[in-house]
């Protein structure tokens, strides 16, 4: 059974962290890449950061240096460590998990999504 939950989000001041967590059935989490991708009211989907079966990891340059993704294989859950956040980071935060490719983070390549959880950053 495929599915993806996540969890972690809400709302935060301007530099501050939340931990988004996801977590996975066995069928889903063993997908070749996994990925956090965003919404913005009134914007489009956008890739985050992915992670893939041997650990390798991409990110938006928007993020990089700030977020951090990992997983817990024991624990089939995903994870975005997000620091110093913006308000423009502001969005409906989704887990994905798809093919071999995922690292590009195109939406296309992610097969399987979650419900997603709300991260709000005032300022």
């Known amino acids: ?9 809400g709302s935060v001041q301007a530099g501050g962290s939340l931990r988004l967590s996801c977590a996975a059935s066995e069928y ?5 890449c996994m990925g956090w991708f965003r919404q913005a009211a009134g914007k489009e989907r956008e ?4 992670i ?7 990110y938006a340059d928007f993020v990089k240096g700030r977020f951090t993704i990992s997983k817990d294989n024991a624990k089939n859950t ?14 409906m935060y989704y887990c994905a998990a798809g093919g071999p490719f995922g690292l590009v983070l195109d939406l296309a ?7 997603g959880t ?5 300022r």
Do not use: C, H
Not at 109 to 115: I, K, N, S, V
């Open 78 to 91: 995903l994870y975005l460590l997000m620091n110093s956040l913006k308000p423009e980071d502001t969005a």
């Open 109 to 115: 390549d992610f097969d399987y999504w979650g419900q």
């Open 28 to 32: 889903t989490y063993s997908s070749s």
């Open 1 to 9: 059974q495929v599915q993806l939950v996540e969890s972690g989000g």
């Open 118 to 122: 709300q991260v709000t950053v005032s």
């Open 47 to 50: 890739g985050v950061a992915a």
């Open 52 to 58: 893939d079966s041997d650990g390798a990891t991409s």
